[in-house]
């Protein structure tokens, strides 16, 4: 379920001045202002607000968050929104949750992140055989420099600091926990 | 002086240059690097959206670990995101209990337990203000005459915890850009943000970010970076926002130990000048 209103409360004190857009980086390439994203949070209208990219453009600069007349927790709002958008795969997120998913596959096998194979999840994930094509300049210029190497995904392998699993299944654990909680 | 050390996943593999540059330099101030042993991500811009509490235990492992090495101790981090993640985990165990027995149940499970007896430290803060322009300028031996250098403080070291600099108008790098011998060119865009998280899913936004903050530094011979996102963000993407742009957007882009290294004397090997992706020739002539 899409809920909203753990974000809701945060945001009580809104009073929808708009200094969080006119400080936003990003507000130009928005469809709806933070401003309005932050009204249809306060009306519970989770139909608008996940139908809008508004909270995926957020680049977490905080700027939002330091300019706020009321001190709201602005830059974390947009990552709560990112949260519940990602765990119901919303549609208009999934580019973005694939990527962060992948990323976070990466660590939960090795500890720490191989760059190569959370691309290569990543694109498996998209299934867009034209997807790697926008990271084929960068990602040249790495390797032709030695940063990055080929990798397959693999499992853990035993070497250095191990996988996170038993960590990453507590954190489930308890979010379901959570969850259930009335 | 000597501090716990946090490198991070980037400065094993695209920022290499920035964990190199960094030993280099404090080694030349006799400064000790302790790292953590067995860290770990610290989830990067990327597990907050994936799950809030596991965005908090990811740097509180780290934190946990480095506890072990020392207590009532600076652990100091180079980047940025890292620098935050793990800022986050120091403020919220002060301030938010309930967080703070999940973080702990979740941190059980490697027998590890996390008391909040560190502080940690972005390197700006430590190189600004424990060891200062003064003691810099008393290691110069090349001064960079003329080199006009822009710097560049991105977002996630001066925001949401204004700690060490002003989080709209920081200046933290200027004594020691100037302590060099080089020239603080002036610009607007230290604090604005490049838009890196986004760069991989929403180039266009990103771009734009980029393209603007490429453009405000013309007439400056690099960009100063003390964060690898910002880094590599505005370093490799320069020849398509040029062909964008329509105009030369190109521009050296150097961490800040980097320029501090060249100065001191170190080599260009030693602080891996070759790996960066924007570097001109201007700039490995002094």
Redesign the interface.
């Known amino acids: 379920m899409k809920d909203t209103g753990s974000i809701k409360a945060l945001l009580a004190t809104c009073m929808q001045c708009g200094t969080c857009t006119g400080t936003c ?2 507000a ?2 928005m469809d709806l202002t933070p401003r309005h994203l932050w009204r249809m949070v306060l009306m519970d209208r989770a139909d608008e607000i996940f139908e809008s990219q508004t909270f ?2 957020c ?5 939002c ?2 300019k706020c007349p009321r001190g709201l ?1 602005l ?1 974390r709002a947009m ?2 929104l ?2 519940v ?2 765990k119901n795969d919303v549609k208009t997120f999934r ?3 694939a ?3 992948s ?2 596959e990466s ?1 939960r096998r090795h ?3 191989r ?1 190569s194979e959370f691309m290569t999840l990543y694109f498996l994930e998209m299934k867009n055989p034209l997807l790697p094509f ?2 084929a ?2 990602g040249l ?2 390797m032709s ?1 030695n ?2 190497s080929f990798s397959l995904p693999s499992g853990a392998d035993g070497r250095g ?1 191990g996988n ?1 699993d ?7 654990e ?2 379901n926990r959570e969850e259930q909680m009335p | 002086m000597s501090y716990i050390y946090y490198p991070g996943c980037s400065l094993e593999a695209s920022a290499i240059e920035y964990d190199a540059s960094t030993r280099a330099v404090m080694h030349a101030l006799d400064i000790e690097l302790a790292e953590i042993e067995g860290w770990s991500c610290c989830g990067a811009t990327a597990a907050e959206p994936v799950s809030s509490l596991l965005s908090f235990v990811l740097p509180a492992r780290n934190l946990a670990l480095a506890e072990k090495m020392k207590q009532n101790f600076s652990v100091m981090v180079p980047c940025s995101a890292c620098y935050l993640n793990l800022k986050k985990v120091e403020m919220e165990k002060k301030q938010n209990p309930s967080m703070s027995a999940s973080i702990d149940e979740c941190l059980a499970e490697e027998a590890l337990k996390l008391e909040g007896k560190l502080k940690v430290r972005h390197l700006l803060d430590i190189l600004a203000n424990d060891i200062g322009a003064d003691q810099i300028k008393n290691k110069v031996t090349k001064k960079l005459s003329g080199l006009k250098i822009v710097p560049y403080y991105g977002c996630q070291c001066l925001r949401p915890y204004p700690v060490f600099d002003d989080p709209e108008e920081p200046r933290s790098m200027e004594p020691l850009i100037e302590a060099c011998g080089a020239e603080v060119f002036p610009w607007d865009m230290g604090a604005q943000c490049c838009g890196a998280s986004n760069m991989n899913t929403k180039k266009s936004a990103a771009g734009k970010l980029v393209q603007k903050i490429l453009k405000s530094a013309k007439g400056a011979d690099a960009i100063v970076t003390v964060c690898p996102m910002c880094q590599l963000n505005l370093e490799g993407f320069q020849e398509e926002l040029s062909r964008k742009a329509g105009e030369d957007l190109s521009v050296s882009v150097i961490y800040l130990p980097q320029l501090l290294g060249m100065a001191m004397g170190i080599s260009r090997e030693e602080l891996m000048l070759h790996k960066n992706l924007a570097v001109k020739e201007l700039v490995l002539s002094y």
Do not use: H
Not at chain 1, 59 to 63: K, M
Not at chain 1, 166 to 172: L, N, P, Y
């Open positions: 980086p990003n130009d390439a995926a453009y680049s977490t600069c905080y700027f968050t330091l927790p830059t990552s709560m990112k949260e958008a990602y580019k973005s949750g990527f962060y998913g990323f976070m660590v500890g720490r992140v760059e926008d990271f300049s960068l210029k790495l420099k940063k990055v600091q996170l038993r960590i990453f299944k507590k954190v489930s308890i979010e």
